[in-house]
């Protein structure tokens, strides 16, 4: 059911964005101002029921002037999504400094999901919202299983209980 809910909501969300943009362009010069996310990027190793730290970066840009206009936006909600299969987590985003929102995540499986981050904001002289999205996938690996630590542990264990043995074997024969 709550899965639903959400993608409910990412549908809205996506509508929304589709009204907005059709809006703009029909303003033409009305909207100046946008948003733009230029990076989405974990900050660990991305491993199946680990935490992983993730930052997105969103800055400011004037559409009159983009060159010298784009600034660091610390005003933004911003939303990440991570979708595999039926599987959908949401993540509202910390404020941060200078444009960097943090927040962080537990993948329970591995497999590539796919992550969409959404930044909104109120475009003060329109009173319109201005979304920006980006999408990415994230190929996220197996846990190290504990066979795999086993096995080198028990080498280790025969090797020094083989050489011990020879070594008593000489001394009880140096002994005899």
């Known amino acids: ?13 996506s509508m929304l964005s589709m009204l907005i943009v059709s809006s703009a362009s029909a303003q033409g010069t009305n909207n100046q101002a946008g948003l733009m996310i230029t990076s989405l990027t974990n900050d660990k190793e991305l491993i199946a029921g680990k935490k992983v730290p993730f930052t997105v970066h969103v800055s400011s840009i004037n559409e009159k002037n983009p060159a ?32 960097n929102y943090k927040g962080s995540v537990t993948l329970p499986w591995d497999g590539k999901w796919q992550v969409t981050a959404f930044a909104l904001t109120r475009d003060q002289s329109s009173d319109n919202l201005q979304p920006e999205s980006m999408k990415t996938e994230w190929n996220v690996e197996k846990p190290a299983s504990i066979q795999s630590i086993v096995w080198p542990v028990i080498l280790v264990v025969i090797i020094i209980l083989v050489i011990g043995y020879i070594i008593f074997n000489r001394f009880r024969r140096k002994t005899s």
Not at 1 to 11: E, G, P, T
Not at 76 to 86: P, Q, R
């Open 1 to 13: 059911m709550a899965k639903q809910m959400i993608l409910r909501v990412l549908l809205g969300i």
């Open 68 to 99: 010298q206009s784009i600034k660091d936006d610390n005003k933004v909600v911003v939303y990440t999504f991570f979708k595999k299969g039926n599987e959908v987590i949401k993540r509202k985003m910390s404020n941060g400094q200078k444009g």
